[in-house]
């Protein structure tokens, strides 16, 4: 097959396999972050140089994100370097601005590109929707009217994310819509195991877009409680961003204004610069802005599921057993 | 500067691709476009045709790589015998290539 760079030396081919594999799993635990981050780049690159049927969007993706995660300093926090030699509170900026808009690139002109008469027509879902994928597609739905309507809402999709992360009002929409159409995508078309690849570059995007600033929020619990002690260990080991400021209702000497000590024994109570929450939605909140439920938090929005769910909390907080000892605090 | 260079080619790549038209490279083109799909065959001397599956010879049916191109020097050295690997397009009339192989 054509090359573009000549062609690799067979013998070189293990080697770059190699190296792509270790490096990888070096850059992933983030242990000399900078130097796997190059040599994973190069083993990409030459790979997704070296011959034409090679290429693929997600490689190619997946390069641009490491290359620009590697010259971002990737290794600075959460990380084995970090733990080796301090996390640094400040990385560059422009790096993480370039990762920021590589959604928008991907969607922006993933969209555009779509916008031709095949396309809307419905023939080139019609041609990849439910074929060797793990969901098939319904025999009786396959008519041009249903994968018209299915490509302009595609279209619609991939343009409104490419927009929607960068808007405050938007973002947590776009995040619950991205993780729905990113599903929709590996259950409808194959290959699957390329696409969950794709959409968890994606996803790491995403996280991006998060608007949380360090301690910008505090959680005040009932450190009465042992229930509500198991809750706030998971909430400090899942904050890897660290957004949240955790205290004990009893430790602190002057409650934030509107908050009184009842409350805080009633319900978790949650103080953001937006405003105050509690319950269920002080939960819920949380949830949107910790790495692991940030994409479907949102779901958790809809007005049925938050009625259900402020009725589980409360059956919850009543029954729960107090006056442990708690080893949270 | 850095950052503007990164952008603009993070920009121009892609867009410049909208205009080729056709399923392209570099381009975030994911499912926009239906490929052209030829079919590849080989002559033998005493003219019996073989059909020849492209996907065993390629480790990703592409439909931005031209393979009327770039495929039937291969498959002269993969099929000794044959004479000529043909080339159709399927749903064209009358659009044949036929690569006389060395």
Redesign the interface.
């Known amino acids: 097959?054509?090359q573009w760079l000549g062609p690799l030396p067979s013998e070189l081919i293990p080697a770059v396999i190699g190296a792509w594999g270790v490096a990888g799993f070096v850059f992933l635990f983030g242990w000399h972050t900078r130097t796997a981050g190059g040599v994973l780049s190069l083993a990409m690159l030459m790979t997704l140089l070296g011959?034409?049927?090679?290429?693929?969007?997600h490689l190619?993706l997946a390069l641009?994100l490491t290359v620009l995660l590697t010259v971002a300093d990737a290794g600075a926090a959460i990380s084995l370097d970090a733990r080796r030699s301090g996390t640094r509170a400040e990385v560059p900026l422009?790096p993480v601005?370039?990762l920021k808009?590589?959604v928008t690139?991907?969607y922006g002109?993933?969209a555009?590109?779509?916008l031709?008469l095949?396309?809307v027509s419905g023939?080139?879902?019609n041609?990849?929707l439910g074929w060797g994928s793990i969901l098939p597609f319904p025999d009786g739905l396959r008519r041009w009217e249903v994968m018209s309507v299915l490509a302009l809402l595609s279209i619609l999709t991939e343009a409104f994310l490419a927009v929607a992360l960068w808007s405050p009002r938007l973002r947590s929409v776009g995040f619950g819509l991205g993780l729905a159409f990113h599903i929709a995508i590996v259950l409808g078309?194959d290959p699957a195991a390329e696409l969950i690849v794709?959409s968890l570059l994606m996803f790491s995007l995403y996280l991006l877009h998060l608007d949380a600033p360090v301690d910008s929020r505090l959680v005040i619990w009932d450190d009465s409680c042992s229930f509500c002690g198991s809750t706030v260990r998971c909430l400090r080991r899942w904050d890897w961003l660290r957004v949240h400021r955790v205290v004990g209702a009893s430790t602190l000497e002057e409650l934030p204004a509107g908050v009184s000590r009842a409350d805080t024994i009633e319900a978790l109570q949650l103080v953001t610069p937006q405003g105050r929450a509690a319950g269920f939605e002080a939960v819920r909140t949380i949830l949107e802005v910790l790495p692991i439920s940030f994409l479907w938090a949102p779901w958790l929005g809809g007005r049925v599921i938050r009625r259900v769910g402020a009725r589980a909390y409360a059956a919850v907080a009543i029954r729960r057993r107090c006056r442990i000892v708690d080893r949270a605090s | 500067v850095v950052f503007l260079g990164v952008f603009a080619l993070q920009i121009a790549i892609p867009a410049a691709k909208l205009r080729s038209g056709s399923q392209s490279r570099f381009g975030w083109q994911m499912f926009a476009r239906l490929g052209s799909d030829p079919w590849f065959g080989v002559r033998y001397a005493d003219g019996s045709v073989d059909t020849v599956q492209v996907g065993d010879y390629l480790a990703r049916v592409r439909s931005d790589i031209d393979l009327p191109a770039l495929l039937p020097p291969h498959l002269c050295r993969q099929f000794d015998e044959a004479v000529t690997v043909l080339v159709r397009w399927r749903g064209v009339e009358g659009r044949a290539t036929d690569y006389p192989c060395p």
């Open positions: 097959m054509s011959d034409q049927q090679l290429y693929s969007n190619y641009t422009w601005t370039l808009l590589q690139i991907v002109f993933a555009l590109a779509k031709n095949v396309y023939a080139v879902l041609a990849h078309m794709f």
